[in-house]
């Protein structure tokens, strides 16, 4: 729990809470407008295309430019929506970005031991808005809430393709959690904690989860969150080619300018909660000589936003690199191959876990759970198979016709 | 939920929480009337939204945090967008639909009564009996920050170890149940 919030709350305590919200917001909306920027040009580079490059050094202020522009347009309304649900959903999809990154620690010394309390106007806190106790829950939660935004959208314009991008999302967006969920749970295992702050104390010196989890866990989990971002190459519920522009069709002005924000804004806190999750967060080498504001917050910012770039990249790679799947491809590699491998992976790990506090040879333990695991799935696999096998016998293609006529 | 718990460390149940309740309650009442008197079948499914989001913060008043956010992730996050994703793959009409009503109308009637005396006898049965010590699990904040969760935890996987697991049989059977009613062959 955030060590401001334990004793009385006087007008100062609320002073600071209010300071770092506000913080929260403006950074967040600062670094939102510069990864759209980052994305345009880093895409054109990998095009070899020049880019955004009028506005601004570089072509900085572009994002600017286009948020003024779409302020100023025509709000367009389809006559066969829904009013009220209509202007909701971009609220609905922007809401939930913004509020996942109040539980994200962004600085804040976990060296040695500390638990990233820093000093502020003399009150000591965290440097995050708020430390729940169940933080990456919270994550989570907020994460499947966000699917509201763009379900009713689609079905509140009252057209063909928005509802079926939305019908899509909903889909993706439920199977996919799961994945995320699994690979997450292995996360909490080695933390011993939900809350976002145990979580990156817990990794400090080094024992970044990316490997005490050995790998598996984080891919799943970069994966599953580009599919629950809808980013490419999971971008099915905007697939341009086959539906418009998706769930967005309909709008126009300020409201289509609310998703893009979300889509964007989702995009850096999902690479915060990667971060956070596996990489230890603001975590880093910090050295003992140097003055408390360089170690509580300029090392720990400098290392949070590093990391942060890496993943900002890769989502900016993926986009410009891979073709988009199509929809059973995304089914199947969800449901036929991440959930299983997280769950395996997840059941391996709690082996080993119990095995080393249980005193076991951590080795045999884990041997044995990935045999049982290895075994359990070709058990399920092949009864799979023979009930396939079963319904292809038991469907006389004479039947069919008769349904049929 | 920090600020919560803070500020009801020494009481149980006080008087900020006691307002924001009866807001919520009639909240929560007034859109659990609507789900069932609105004539558009995805503003039903939204009214249920309200109902059980509503049942979440009421989670969160009685400070447990764990349970709040597994009614948000589960309810919302999963059941509801279930229900809209069966309602758009099949209908989903914007505008009013009159054929939402049907003639069991007294058989709805006879079951919310008797729900409401089950609950009702129960409540008033047990009216000033039972205190609930949120104290209890207010000590585990020092102890790594997690000890309500914790506590949570080992009544679930310990105390109530078998209807934990006879509770998820039974969804296993529901679950079993769907597949067979929904496949033909």
């Given amino acids: 729990m955030d060590p401001l919030l334990s004793g009385g709350i006087g007008l100062s305590e609320i ?46 202020l572009q994002t600017l430019a286009d948020g003024i522009k779409l302020f100023f347009k025509e709000d367009l309304q ?9 202007k909701l959903a971009p609220y609905l999809a922007l809401v939930p970005a913004f509020l996942v990154f109040t539980v994200i620690p962004i600085a804040g010394n976990f060296s040695d031991g500390q638990d990233g309390v820093v000093t502020l106007f003399g009150h000591e806190t965290l440097m995050q808005v708020a430390d729940p106790q169940m933080g990456i829950l919270f994550v989570l939660a907020m994460s499947s809430v966000a699917v509201y935004g763009v379900m009713l959208a689609g079905w509140s314009s009252g057209s063909k393709y928005p509802l079926l991008g939305s019908v899509r999302a909903s889909a993706q967006m439920v199977s996919y959690e799961a994945a995320l969920g699994l690979s997450v749970a292995t996360v909490l295992l080695f933390a011993g904690t939900l809350s976002t702050n145990g979580i990156v104390a817990s990794q400090a010196g080094w024992r970044w989860n990316i490997w005490m989890t050995l ?97 900002l990249f890769v989502f900016v790679w993926f986009r410009a690199t891979l073709p988009r799947f199509r929809y059973d491809q995304l ?20 082996a080993i876990k119990v095995a080393r506090d ?48 | 939920m920090s600020l919560l718990a803070a500020a009801s460390a020494t009481t149980t149940f006080d008087v900020p929480a006691n307002v924001v309740f009866a807001v919520l309650a009639v909240g929560m009442v007034t859109a659990a009337i609507r789900v069932v008197t609105t004539k558009n079948i995805v503003h039903a499914a939204l009214w249920l939204v309200v109902v059980l989001g509503g049942n979440g913060i009421v989670y969160l008043l009685l400070q447990a945090e764990f349970v709040a956010m597994t009614q948000f992730l589960v309810y ?6 279930l229900f809209l994703f069966g309602i758009m793959l099949t209908r989903a009409p914007l505008g009013r639909s009159d054929d939402l009503d049907n003639n069991q109308r007294p058989l709805g009637v006879l079951v919310g009564v008797v729900l409401l005396a089950v609950v009702g006898f129960s409540l008033a049965r047990q009216w000033g009996r039972d205190t609930l010590s949120f104290a209890a699990y207010q000590g585990g904040g020092a102890a790594g920050g997690n000890g309500r969760t914790q506590a949570l935890a080992n009544s679930i996987f310990g105390e109530y170890l078998i209807p934990f697991e006879v509770v998820s049989v039974l969804l296993l059977a529901a679950l079993i149940g769907a597949i067979v009613l929904a496949r033909r062959d």
Avoid at chain 1, 258 to 284: Q, R
Avoid at chain 1, 331 to 350: E, N
């Fill in chain 2, 76 to 81: 919302l996050g999963a059941i509801i967008v």
């Fill in chain 1, 331 to 350: 089914m199947d590699l969800g449901w036929k191959f991440l959930i299983p491998l997280a769950l395996g992976w997840f059941l391996i790990l709690t």
């Fill in chain 1, 15 to 60: 002073l600071i809470v209010l300071l770092k919200v506000v913080v929260a917001f403006a950074g967040l909306m600062v670094g939102v407008m510069a990864m759209v920027w980052f994305e345009r040009k880093l895409v054109a580079d990998m095009q070899n295309r020049i880019g955004p490059n009028r506005a601004g050094p570089f072509g900085i």
């Fill in chain 1, 215 to 311: 790998l598996v866990p984080f891919v799943v989990f970069v994966i599953a969150a580009t599919a629950e971002l809808n980013r490419p190459p999971f971008d099915l519920v905007e697939a341009e080619q086959e539906l418009v522009g998706g769930f967005h069709t309909e709008y126009s002005s300020i409201r289509f300018a609310l998703f893009f924000l979300a889509e964007f804004m989702n995009t850096v806190t999902m690479s915060a909660v990667i971060v956070t999750l596996f990489l230890g967060g603001p975590s880093g080498p910090i050295p003992s000589g140097a003055p408390g504001w360089v170690q509580d917050f300029l090392l720990p910012l400098i290392y949070f936003f590093a990391k942060l770039l890496v993943f």
């Fill in chain 1, 358 to 405: 249980q005193g076991w040879n951590p080795v045999v333990a884990g041997a044995v759970a990935a045999l049982a695991v290895v075994v359990g799935g070709l058990l399920l696999r092949s009864s799979i198979r023979a009930a396939e096998d079963k319904d292809f016998d038991a469907v006389d293609p004479a039947d069919l016709d008769g349904a049929g006529a």
């Fill in chain 1, 78 to 86: 389809p006559e066969r929506s829904d009013p009220f649900v209509f």
